[in-house]
Structures are given as structure tokens and as C-alpha cells.
């Protein structure tokens, strides 16, 4: 299998010229590594906290809807799909979703992209890769114990934080409310 996806990734370097693709907007002292699924040409941008803040801190007039979750937590997996109807319903009212991964980094390959592409994911999605918790867990919500599933709905100076999981229902409730 990784001699595969050795080859595989061979291909990926020859048919794009060996490019690099890093992520647009992002902060000198970012660190970004950029990976790409083999089959589908997916690329997944990975963030440390610095380059991540700039996406989730956006000052327009956008409604943003931010989910913080991972493959291997079971309530995440569960309310994904509701994300991405908010995604496509809502999407024309000024509605942007983000899907942070707090995957590993070893699972990037084997179980983050085939995830994505194996459930069709159209929302953006990034994989944050930051080592120091301390620091970004509260820097992202004070009230955050680091518990996933964790979203962040925000618009302007109206922010809301939420360390639970949804039904479709209430994230459309929650949602709403800055829709107004």
C-alpha cells in the first residue's frame, strides 16, 4: 500500500510540474505545509495557530460558521453533514463555512482526505498543526476545555462559542440568529 501511494504521489509531482501550492493570505511567520490526496488532486492547507487566526477572526460582513472536529470523534463525524447543508443552503445569504481538522498529522494521507473526498465535503477544509495547546485552545475561546466537537459562529463583533455538538435544528437555530 505505501508503495502505491508512493507512486502515486510521483505522479501527483510530475503531472503538476512539481508546483507548490501554499495557502493564499497567510502570515510570514506561518508555518503551512500543503499535501496533496494522489487520485483526486486534493489539496488540504495546514495551519499553525498563526496562520489559522487570520480565517477565523474575519472582519466582513459575512456570517462565519467555523467546526472544529476530527475522523476519529464519533459526534464530529455525526454532525458534519448538517455543516454542509448550512454550507449549500445558506451559502447565498453570506454564509461561509470552515471545517477545521484537528486530525494528526500522520492521518493526513490515510484518513483526512479519504474522508473528505469519500463523503463529498464541499465546505473548505484545513487541518490545524500546532503542538502548543496552552497557547491556542484559549486563544481561540477562553471557556474551550479543547473538547471536540467545538464551533465558533461569528459576524462582526458578534461572536458565539459553542463546546457541544448539534442537530441540524439548532445549528439553523443558532445560526439564524446572525442572519438577522
Not at 120 to 137: F, M
Not at 147 to 168: C, H, M, V, W
Amino acid at each position: 500500500m505505501k508503495l502505491i501511494l508512493f507512486v502515486l504521489s510521483l505522479c501527483v509531482l510530475s503531472c503538476n510540474n512539481g508546483e507548490i501550492h501554499t495557502a493564499k493570505s497567510t502570515p510570514v511567520n506561518a508555518k503551512v505545509n500543503t499535501a496533496m490526496v494522489s487520485a483526486n488532486n486534493y489539496k488540504l492547507d495546514v495551519y499553525d495557530y498563526n496562520g489559522l487566526a487570520p480565517l477565523i477572526n474575519k472582519k466582513d460582513d459575512q456570517v462565519h460558521v467555523v467546526n472544529f472536529w476530527a475522523t476519529w470523534c464519533a459526534p464530529c463525524v455525526k454532525e458534519l453533514p448538517y455543516f454542509e447543508v448550512i454550507n449549500t443552503k445558506y451559502k447565498n445569504e453570506g454564509v461561509e463555512v470552515l471545517l477545521v481538522s484537528l486530525d494528526f498529522p500522520k492521518d493526513y494521507e490515510t484518513k483526512l482526505k479519504s474522508f473528505i473526498l469519500k463523503h463529498n465535503i464541499t465546505s473548505k477544509v484545513v487541518a490545524l498543526d500546532d503542538t502548543d495547546q496552552n497557547r491556542w485552545i484559549t486563544a481561540i475561546d477562553q471557556s474551550w476545555s479543547g473538547a471536540l466537537p467545538a464551533t465558533i459562529i461569528y459576524k462582526g463583533d458578534k461572536r458565539n462559542f459553542y463546546e457541544q455538538s448539534f442537530t441540524q435544528k439548532e445549528l439553523e437555530t443558532e445560526l439564524k440568529q446572525f442572519l438577522k
